[in-house]
């Protein structure tokens, strides 16, 4: 009996140690991605634009799902110490709250609220926030200055000489190169699909652009420049390429 109290006493400091060491690397990676592998916004006005931020090669998202496992391997050793310990929290209960059905309903009301905090994550559906009105005054802005690209292009290839047209046309496509660089908003967390589905556009068109096989649309652009060693000007610039396309096609259906 007592070599079983002594067993049992090893495990408990053990899982406590373990918990301890747990819970250390659970904050320092919780305080990781808050304070140093920031999100795209404060990251790009920190450190500009087309960066990707990395910890031993490892992104916020892909630290994120560390965090996880160790908060779940934590929760899981939690729930053991309990287990270790429920014939001494019991005891102590008795003491705190001497009436039966009082105790019964505090701890049926605790367990029921701990999985719903743990489990309502898996429930919910995340809300859709509207921009506000700057963000459709730049799309109104963005329709108007690729109307008068078009339009400005159109007159300088019919009025002008052969020579003078070349020189035009290379105008709208710098004037639309810098348009796409400040309204396009493309970053390497983004994959091409959201891309594509963000902006309307053909996910295999701008794979095909990028020289990327089309199955892989699915996977992350900051992954897939590495590979592929495009830039995300690259990506706005295909985008901006087929929307062009597409409202040409549109206006030429009219």
């Given amino acids: 009996m007592k070599n079983t109290c002594k067993d049992k006493s090893k495990l408990n400091l053990s899982i406590d140690i373990i918990m301890l060491l747990l819970l250390m690397p659970i ?3 919780g305080l990781l991605i808050k304070y140093v592998l920031i999100p795209g916004i404060q ?22 799902t560390i965090h996880l496992i160790l908060s779940v391997t934590f ?18 209960l008795k003491k705190m709250i001497p009436n039966k059905y009082l105790r019964i309903g505090l701890l049926s009301l605790l367990v029921i ?15 859709l926030n509207d921009k506000g009105p700057l963000h459709r005054n ?16 159109y007159e300088d290839t019919t009025l002008n000489s052969s020579n003078k047209t070349n020189k035009s046309q290379h105008e709208p496509e710098n004037k639309h190169h810098n348009f796409v660089n400040e309204e396009y908003e493309v970053y390497g967390s983004q994959t091409i699909q959201y891309v594509a589905d963000k902006y309307n556009v053909s996910a295999e ?5 990028l020289k990327i096989p089309a199955t892989f649309t699915g996977e992350k652009l900051g992954r897939l420049k590495k ?20 409202r040409i096609n549109r206006k030429i259906r009219e």
């Fill in 113 to 127: 609220f701990s999985l719903i905090m743990l489990s309502f994550p898996l429930l919910i559906k995340p809300e």
């Fill in 43 to 64: 990251r790009n006005l920190i450190y500009g634009s087309n960066i990707d931020l990395t910890f031993w090669g490892l992104t916020r998202h892909q630290w994120g």
């Fill in 138 to 153: 730049r799309d109104i802005k963005n329709s108007n200055s690729l109307d008068y690209i078009e339009q400005k292009s």
């Fill in 205 to 209: 068109a701008i794979a095909a652009d």
């Fill in 27 to 29: 904050a320092g990676i």
């Fill in 75 to 92: 929760l899981t050793l939690l729930i053991l110490h309990i287990l270790l310990h429920w014939k001494m929290i019991i005891c102590i």
């Fill in 227 to 246: 590979q592929y060693s495009f830039t995300m000007d690259d990506v706005k610039a295909s985008i901006a390429a087929h929307k062009k396309d597409k």
